[in-house]
């Protein structure tokens, strides 16, 4: 048997019995980190998070249009912070007259029990009514996801949100950062929110939330601390 080795453009190659093998040089580790980063960073920031003063606009505008099931999309999407797999098999069963919201995720097969404040009982209670009455063991939000992004993207605009990336990621990126800054921006709460975003480390969290270099830096302004 003989063999011999061909150099052939960015590969080698080696001939065993007129049969050709091709062998590509090994990726280094380090390169291949960087480029899931990469990827993983154009990911995550395919969606933005909405301000308080954008979040209500938006759902103002829902709201008096009757757009019910987009209201809901985006009330009930920020409140339980679930991915869209999830928040799409949420039926009116799971959260009428309910205080906890108990279900299973898709991504991580584990059991999430979500507290159902008053406020948002509430609200869901007379959304019901407002739609009808529907059979409760009916998805609340009977959609596709390309349906929804292509069209919360026309509601935003016409509610006077111009200029965001959004989409269905954006309501569990808007709770983070609401919950970021309710907790005054402590690396306790990324800590916290990190877990139940179920990443690998803060500094994803920090990167899922869009935190930019600036808002951290801004931890450290501690002037008006020091007396002496």
């Known amino acids: 048997m003989g063999s011999f080795f061909v150099k052939e453009g960015t590969h080698n190659s080696l001939i065993i019995n007129h049969t050709l093998f091709f062998f590509w040089p090994v990726v280094p580790d380090v390169f291949i980190w960087h480029q899931k980063r990469n990827q993983m960073n154009t990911k995550l920031k395919s969606a933005e998070h909405l301000e308080e003063v954008e979040l209500n606009k938006l759902l103002k505008y829902l709201y008096q249009n009757e757009l019910w ?12 912070a679930l ?29 999430r029990e979500i507290p159902l404040q008053p406020e948002l009982s509430d ?14 063991s009916g998805v609340i939000i009977p959609l596709h996801i390309r349906t929804i992004n292509k ?14 990336r959004i989409s269905t990621h954006s309501w569990r990126k808007s ?41 951290v830096n801004d931890l450290y302004n501690l002037q008006d601390l020091f007396v002496y």
Not at 151 to 164: D, M, Y
Not at 181 to 188: I, K, L, Q, V
Not at 194 to 214: A, K, M, P
């Open 69 to 80: 099931v987009y209201y809901l999309v985006v009330r009930l999407g920020v409140s339980s």
């Open 175 to 215: 709770f983070g950062r609401e919950v970021w800054r309710r907790n005054n921006y402590s690396e306790g709460s990324l800590v916290k929110l990190s877990q139940l975003f179920n990443h690998s480390s803060v500094g994803i969290t920090r990167i899922y939330l869009d935190i930019t270099r600036e808002e």
């Open 151 to 164: 069209q919360i993207k026309i509601h935003a605009v016409r509610s006077g949100v111009r200029g965001k």
């Open 83 to 111: 991915r869209y797999s999830d928040l799409s098999r949420v039926s009116w069963s799971d959260v009428l007259d309910k205080r906890t919201l108990i279900i299973k995720e898709q991504k991580t097969s584990k059991v």
């Open 123 to 136: 609200t869901l209670n007379k959304v019901y009514i407002k739609m009808g009455c529907p059979d409760k």
